[in-house]
């Protein structure tokens, strides 16, 4: 089917409106120029704090700062991206209280413009999130596998091969829910126990190694597009950019190698006059 999205800016209302018809569909971006190749496909752009380990090459997302997550927002707004911008809130910035968690939470939305915060929770930030939701910041919950959580739970494990694990991801999902988050992500969950949460839940449910039952799924753009060689079972690559980058670039460097680039076409000659360039607005 082709692709011809809306081009009215997506909100909190529109996303919820889609529940159970129109799927939710969702790419992490964490620069503006990726926000706006991907903006026309999406409903929603993620900032997540999987930039920590895609860009930077950290092990795990422990280590990014509200500082890295501010930094990327403002860059994919810059973009002024249609879909819903939501932006994680990083491991160590939200956990202590309700009230350290809203310090956060609103330094994002006014630093970044983004539309949205994502926190990894399960029923313990339930009251953190209702406070940030009764003080006007929508807030997206992550449940199941929770990457900011492998040093408690020993690793990147899927969750809901026992029955007293389902119940409990099903109390995390109502309680996220009953706080005031407006939409949950799944990941790493049981396909049977993700298809129930979204069944049960009035909320969006977004699948990411979940269900195909969910409302939405989200993938980290980088796994899908192939920059990587090792992905996780649910990643489906759509393309291999990383073979075709390095092509690319084994074909300059033999150009370059070769007094092959630039050619006469690629450089300047003495009579060409200046063009000049075009006026950009500021941005913050
Ligand atoms: O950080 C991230 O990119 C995420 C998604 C993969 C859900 O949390």
Known sequence: MSAIRPTRKRNVATICAQKGSDPIICLTAYNAMMAQLLDPHVDILLVGDSLGTVLHGYETT????????????????????????VVDIPFGSYEASPEQAYKTASRILKETGADAVKLEGDV????????????????????????????ATGGYRIVGKTDEECDSLKEDARAVQEAGAFAVVLEGVVEALGAEITRQLNIPTIGIGASLQCDGQIL???????????????VRKFADLRSDISKAVENYANAVRDHNFPAEIE????????IPLPLKKAQP
């Open 62 to 85: 422990i280590p990014v700062t509200v500082d890295d997550m501010v930094y990327h927002g403002r860059s994919v707004m810059r973009a002024e991206p249609k879909a819903l911008v």
């Open 124 to 151: 313990t930030q339930a009251s953190t999130i209702e406070f940030l939701v009764k003080r006007g910041v929508p807030v997206m919950a992550h449940i199941g596998l929770r990457p900011q959580a492998v040093r």
């Open 220 to 234: 980290v753009t980088e796994d899908m597009l192939g920059f990587f060689e090792k992905t996780p079972k649910f």
């Open 267 to 274: 450089t300047y000659s003495a009579d060409k006059k200046a």
